[in-house]
């Protein structure tokens, strides 16, 4: 919130109108993204609170396969980064004050599978890893490097004259297609064809889930925690 | 009494170097703000600022410097409240060493541990904006020396104030955010003076953002390596107020709410 009203406005007084005509809106839908993202993050801080813990162990021993468990983390560390991420977005919404309905559900079902897939990335690295130290660095590394290399921040067309190797990276992050369909559904930047960024979340979660599910399959057992 | 302060700071020290990779993550991070949004902004900033300070990235590097300076010498407060949730404070108040010693000891280490992990930091400032004269680089240093206890003290004045975990992250996210967005380090102080001149910014926000310690540092490396804004005393006087009362106010809550039950 401080974010938006410090930050947000403050930095949109300094921004030139004709690179992005109203920085303000255009943050403050960016904001909601970047947050998704780090809530989502945070499911493979918890898993190794649970191999610390030992309750591991227990998970491992309900009734329920190895697929099922993956699945059921990703869906709930997705589901509740969501309703942290809730009330910024409702602010975000009433201060952006624009809203194309169907487009705003497509960008919300976007910013679930996207969510899901962030929390199933965070679980594939975290069982890969089985370092928390790190897992630590590794993820504020990534943060540092994925939201900022994305249109979270600044539009492409910036990102790209700035330097082609930060735009190439920008046009496949999925941070980018996240930002871009919610600024689309809120109204705040037109979108030529949503299509693109649709098809890149859905990849993104397509690939975290299930690539996770196998990694995790393999790794989760045999200890090695530390 | 000199003997046991140094002996906190080596323990401090120990501590501090034992996360030496999530440092250079830490450090990487800071790097990435540069390196990529500064450089990014550079191209959207609007010519206003880019004429005071040549380039958004020349603006932001001093301030990133103050801000890795900020996050590093706030982490003893984290340490400090880990110690005192798993009761390693009892060891440290059983310790041979009068509370003074102690206390003065935790914020030092605090403060040059800051100094550590802001040197790379500003290096690349220097590097990239150009090196101060002999004089100047030691009044650089000196008012980050200062700056860094006094962030120090206020981090532990937190830590000790607070019971759980949970409460410390809030307390620190309430305080990082308002002094960070509250400053010179991202945008001129131009920028939030007129913003308030236009009744758009809080009058309270705006005196917050003149008298922050983190706007006098940023914008005193600034007027000697950019030449902007010009140079003043006040900023010292700033970071100094800043730092007398944080430094004895954490030493006096340090003393008096660690015996707490």
Same mark, same amino acid.
């Given at each position: 919130?401080?974010?938006?009203?410090?930050?947000?406005?403050?930095?949109?007084?300094?921004?030139?109108?004709?690179?992005?005509?109203?920085?303000?809106r255009y943050y403050v839908a960016g904001l909601s993204v970047m947050t998704l993202y780090s809530a989502a993050i945070f499911i493979?801080?918890?898993?190794?609170?649970?191999?610390?813990?030992?309750?591991?162990?227990?998970?491992?021993?309900?009734?329920?396969?190895?697929?099922?468990?993956?699945?059921?983390?990703?869906?709930?560390?997705?589901?509740?980064?969501?309703?942290?991420?809730?009330?910024?977005?409702?602010?975000?919404?009433?201060?952006?004050?624009?809203?194309?309905?169907?487009?705003?559900?497509?960008?919300?079902?976007?910013?679930?599978?996207?969510?899901?897939?962030?929390?199933?990335?965070?679980?594939?690295?975290?069982?890969?890893?089985?370092?928390?130290?790190?897992?630590?660095?590794?993820?504020?590394?990534?943060?540092?490097?994925?939201?900022?290399?994305?249109?979270?921040?600044?539009?492409?067309?910036?990102?790209?004259?700035?330097?082609?190797?930060?735009?190439?990276?920008?046009?496949?992050n999925p941070v980018t297609f996240a930002a871009d369909l919610f600024r689309w559904g809120t109204d705040v930047t037109p979108l030529?064809?949503?299509?693109?960024?649709?098809?890149?979340?859905?990849?993104?979660?397509?690939?975290?889930?299930?690539?996770?599910?196998?990694?995790?399959?393999?790794?989760?057992?045999?200890?090695?925690?530390? | 009494?000199?003997?046991?302060?140094?002996?906190?700071?080596?323990?401090?020290?120990?501590?501090?170097?034992?996360?030496? /990779? /999530?440092?250079?993550?830490?450090?990487?991070?800071?790097?990435?703000?540069?390196?990529?949004?500064?450089?990014?902004?550079?191209?959207?900033?609007?010519? &206003?600022?880019?004429?005071?300070?040549?380039?958004?990235?020349?603006?932001?590097?001093?301030?990133?410097?103050?801000? +890795?300076?900020?996050?590093?010498?706030?982490?003893? +407060?984290?340490?400090?409240?880990?110690?005192?949730?798993?009761?390693?404070?009892?060891?440290?108040?059983?310790?041979?060493?009068?509370?003074?010693?102690?206390?003065?000891?935790?914020?030092?280490?605090?403060?040059?541990?800051?100094?550590?992990?802001?040197?790379?930091?500003?290096?690349?400032?220097?590097?990239?904006?150009?090196f101060p004269t002999i004089p100047q680089l030691f009044l650089i240093l000196g008012v980050l020396l200062l700056l860094a206890f006094?962030?120090?003290?206020?981090?532990?004045?937190?830590?000790?104030?607070?019971?759980?975990?949970?409460?410390?992250?809030?307390?620190?996210?309430?305080?990082?955010?308002?002094?960070?967005?509250?400053?010179?380090?991202?945008?001129?102080?131009?920028?939030?003076?007129?913003?308030?001149?236009?009744?758009?910014?809080?009058?309270?926000?705006?005196?917050?953002?003149?008298?922050?310690?983190?706007?006098?540092?940023?914008?005193?490396?600034?007027?000697?390596?950019?030449?902007?804004?010009?140079?003043?005393?006040?900023?010292?006087?700033?970071?100094?107020?800043?730092?007398?009362?944080?430094?004895? +106010? &954490?030493?006096?809550?340090?003393?008096?709410?660690?015996?707490?039950?």
């Amino acid at each position: 919130m401080s974010q938006i009203a410090l930050f947000g406005l403050i930095a949109s007084r300094m921004i030139n109108v004709n690179s992005v005509p109203n920085y303000f809106r255009y943050y403050v839908a960016g904001l909601s993204v970047m947050t998704l993202y780090s809530a989502a993050i945070f499911i493979g801080f918890d898993i190794y609170e649970e191999a610390e813990h030992g309750v591991f162990e227990y998970l491992l021993s309900l009734p329920v396969s190895r697929r099922q468990l993956v699945l059921g983390r990703s869906i709930g560390g997705g589901l509740r980064s969501f309703i942290y991420v809730g009330p910024l977005i409702g602010v975000s919404l009433y201060v952006i004050g624009s809203l194309n309905p169907i487009a705003f559900l497509i960008s919300l079902f976007a910013l679930f599978l996207f969510a899901f897939g962030v929390s199933g990335m965070s679980i594939t690295i975290a069982v890969m890893i089985k370092s928390s130290d790190r897992f630590d660095i590794l993820m504020g590394v990534l943060d540092a490097l994925i939201v900022r290399l994305s249109t979270a921040m600044y539009p492409l067309a910036i990102v790209q004259a700035s330097s082609p190797i930060y735009g190439g990276i920008a046009s496949f992050n999925p941070v980018t297609f996240a930002a871009d369909l919610f600024r689309w559904g809120t109204d705040v930047t037109p979108l030529q064809n949503p299509l693109l960024p649709l098809l890149g979340i859905i990849a993104f979660f397509a690939f975290f889930t299930f690539v996770g599910v196998v990694i995790y399959d393999r790794r989760i057992e045999g200890g090695g925690w530390q | 009494m000199i003997k046991n302060v140094v002996h906190i700071l080596e323990h401090d020290f120990r501590n501090f170097l034992r996360y030496k /990779w /999530w440092l250079v993550g830490l450090i990487s991070m800071n790097l990435a703000d540069l390196f990529i949004m500064a450089v990014v902004y550079n191209v959207m900033v609007s010519s &206003a600022v880019t004429q005071s300070y040549r380039s958004y990235f020349d603006f932001f590097a001093p301030g990133l410097a103050v801000t +890795g300076l900020f996050a590093s010498a706030f982490m003893i +407060g984290r340490e400090i409240n880990m110690e005192r949730r798993r009761e390693v404070h009892h060891y440290m108040l059983s310790l041979p060493m009068t509370r003074m010693e102690l206390a003065i000891g935790r914020v030092l280490s605090g403060g040059l541990r800051g100094m550590v992990y802001m040197s790379p930091l500003l290096l690349t400032c220097f590097i990239f904006l150009g090196f101060p004269t002999i004089p100047q680089l030691f009044l650089i240093l000196g008012v980050l020396l200062l700056l860094a206890f006094g962030i120090s003290g206020l981090s532990i004045a937190i830590a000790v104030s607070t019971s759980s975990l949970e409460k410390f992250i809030t307390a620190r996210g309430l305080v990082y955010y308002t002094l960070f967005f509250c400053s010179s380090v991202f945008y001129p102080l131009s920028l939030i003076q007129q913003l308030g001149q236009d009744g758009k910014f809080p009058a309270v926000l705006v005196t917050l953002a003149e008298i922050n310690p983190l706007s006098s540092a940023s914008d005193m490396i600034r007027s000697f390596l950019l030449g902007y804004p010009a140079f003043s005393y006040t900023s010292i006087l700033n970071v100094l107020a800043f730092s007398a009362v944080f430094t004895l +106010g &954490a030493a006096f809550a340090y003393i008096k709410l660690i015996e707490r039950k």
